[in-house]
């Protein structure tokens, strides 16, 4: 009976440092999840916001978005037309392993009827945390909606916010996305999420750092 006492105490100790290590591991997940909740938006009932950042992901090798990032533009390109932002901020990797990022999300918004001229492209927007910093320090962005997967879109939200962006999320759209892809996504970010948090608590630096532009300003004073 010792021994049988003894072995449900250890056990016991094993689930409660078990227990701990689990929350300390997913606190960064849970940041992003609770500093995300009320800003996190469907299309059809998202707020307004002159600006819609859409973060950018894979080019297909004929130079058209991925289904993912497809999903993104169309969404913030019906944002647009339904007059709840104005101008689309593209933000990604302009020399990427898939292609130029920016580039293809602007030809593809310009042939969902998107003026040209409301498309400003951010070429260095290298990660979640680089597109947020650079949209407030060289695009001069205070508030915008965030247009990314569900995924994703507690995380993109959170960074932004830390930032002093005024972001709510719009959760895009993902047809054809099948359910291992979304959980395969949904565990990368939650992993991510450890990096998020990190490079928020210091204060990373972009890795690319740009002058101030005057562009999404412009395209703003468009009537």
Not at 12 to 39: G, K, M, N, Q
Not at 195 to 217: I, Q, Y
């Given at each position: 009976?010792?021994?049988?006492?003894k072995?449900?105490?250890?056990?016991?100790?094993?689930a409660?440092?078990?227990?701990?290590a689990?929350?300390?591991?997913?606190s960064?997940?849970?940041?992003?999840?609770?500093?995300?909740?009320?800003?996190?938006?469907?299309?059809?009932?998202?707020?307004?916001a002159?600006?819609?950042?859409?973060?950018?992901?894979?080019?297909?090798?004929?130079g058209?978005?991925?289904?993912?990032?497809?999903?993104r533009?169309q969404?913030?390109?019906?944002?647009?037309?339904?007059?709840?932002?104005r101008?689309?901020l593209?933000?990604?990797?302009?020399?990427?392993v898939s292609?130029?990022?920016?580039?293809?999300?602007?030809?593809?918004l310009?042939?969902?009827?998107?003026?040209?001229?409301?498309?400003?492209?951010?070429?260095y927007?290298?990660d979640?945390?680089?597109?947020?910093?650079?949209?407030?320090?060289?695009y001069g962005?205070?508030?915008a909606?965030?247009?990314?997967?569900?995924?994703?879109?507690?995380r993109?939200?959170?960074?932004?916010?830390?930032?002093?962006v005024?972001?709510?999320?719009v959760a895009?759209?993902?047809?054809?996305?099948?359910?291992a892809?979304?959980?395969?996504k949904?565990?990368?970010?939650?992993?991510?999420?450890?990096?998020?948090a990190?490079d928020?608590v210091?204060?990373?630096?972009?890795?690319?750092?740009?002058?101030?532009?005057?562009?999404v300003?412009?395209?703003?004073?468009?009537?």
């Amino acid at each position: 009976m010792a021994k049988r006492s003894k072995w449900r105490r250890r056990l016991l100790w094993l689930a409660i440092v078990a227990a701990a290590a689990t929350l300390a591991a997913s606190s960064p997940w849970l940041w992003t999840e609770i500093s995300a909740y009320d800003h996190v938006y469907g299309e059809s009932d998202a707020p307004t916001a002159e600006v819609a950042i859409v973060l950018g992901t894979e080019v297909l090798p004929d130079g058209q978005p991925s289904t993912r990032l497809a999903g993104r533009l169309q969404t913030a390109a019906e944002l647009v037309h339904s007059g709840r932002a104005r101008v689309i901020l593209v933000s990604g990797d302009g020399g990427g392993v898939s292609g130029d990022e920016p580039a293809a999300m602007t030809r593809y918004l310009t042939g969902l009827g998107i003026d040209a001229r409301r498309v400003v492209s951010d070429p260095y927007g290298l990660d979640t945390y680089d597109s947020c910093v650079r949209a407030r320090d060289v695009y001069g962005v205070d508030r915008a909606l965030i247009v990314t997967q569900s995924y994703h879109l507690s995380r993109a939200v959170t960074l932004c916010r830390h930032l002093d962006v005024d972001a709510d999320g719009v959760a895009a759209r993902c047809d054809g996305c099948g359910t291992a892809l979304l959980a395969e996504k949904a565990v990368r970010d939650y992993l991510a999420c450890g990096k998020a948090a990190w490079d928020a608590v210091r204060g990373r630096p972009p890795a690319v750092d740009s002058p101030e532009s005057s562009a999404v300003t412009d395209a703003l004073k468009l009537s």
